[in-house]
């Protein structure tokens, strides 16, 4: 199946560091959404992202919808413990509706 | 108010059986997704469900199949199970509106291994 190219595949930071990880893809994309995975749930929604160039933040994260439509990237500020889990980007095709093409995934540990 | 609610979590069954799993999407929510996920192809779309009718499918065989009540609830189905059938199945819900990507709520899945 398809999925984005995700990197880093993991990162080992320690408190308070800031975090890039980013999704680039071959096709154009309508939409680019950046999920979070905690162990036994389902992705939740952190960002989502319509428009060329967008930059949108919630709080400590960040993320962009790149010019080209085909690459995204998320920042995390000052992490937290919390901030431990699974990130995956996501993106949506020109009338794909609720179809979605999800990245390969970033491991995210964060130590104390 | 509830979240998507997946039935069962975990479940085990062996090769050659059959399984369904059940999806109650969010009030209010009129489109249902199913997701796989597994570590090596990781999230892969399955189908969208509208208003009783499918919107969308992905690229898997015929043995998986769902469809969607008049509530709105959605089941999956699959048939004849692989080994390699084994995964998590994310059932996601949204309004569901023609265009734009809508905001997907994921429930927690229910976790199939196959013995």
């Known amino acids: 199946g398809q999925q984005l190219n995700q990197s880093p595949q993991s990162m080992f930071i320690q408190e308070g560091e800031d975090v890039s990880m980013n999704c680039t893809s071959s096709s154009i994309f309508n939409t680019w959404l950046w999920y979070k995975q905690d162990p036994g749930e389902g992705p939740v929604l952190l960002i989502a992202?319509?428009?060329?160039?967008e930059l949108t933040s919630n709080g400590r994260l960040t993320a962009q919808f790149g010019i080209t439509r085909k690459d995204s990237f998320l920042n995390i500020s000052a992490s937290i413990p919390s901030d431990v889990g699974i990130y995956f980007c996501a993106g949506q095709l020109r009338g794909a509706t609720n179809k979605l093409i999800f990245g390969t995934g970033t491991l995210l540990a964060v130590q104390p | 108010k509830a979240g998507v609610t997946q039935t069962p979590r975990y479940l085990i069954k062996t090769r050659g059986q059959q399984v369904t799993l059940s999806c109650s999407p969010i009030s209010g929510h009129r489109s249902v997704s199913w997701y796989q996920q597994t570590p090596g192809q990781g999230l892969q779309f399955l189908f969208e469900y509208f208003s009783e009718t499918q919107r969308n499918k992905g690229n898997f065989p015929g043995r998986f199949s769902g469809r969607q009540f008049s509530n709105s609830r959605s089941e999956m189905n699959v048939s004849t199970l692989e080994l390699g059938d084994s995964a998590l199945y994310l059932c996601?819900?949204?309004?569901?509106?023609?265009?734009?990507?809508?905001?997907?709520?994921f429930g927690a899945g229910s976790r199939l291994t196959v013995l």
């Open positions: 996601a819900s949204s309004f569901g509106g023609p265009s734009g990507a809508n905001v997907l709520t």
């Open positions: 992202l319509y428009k060329a160039g």
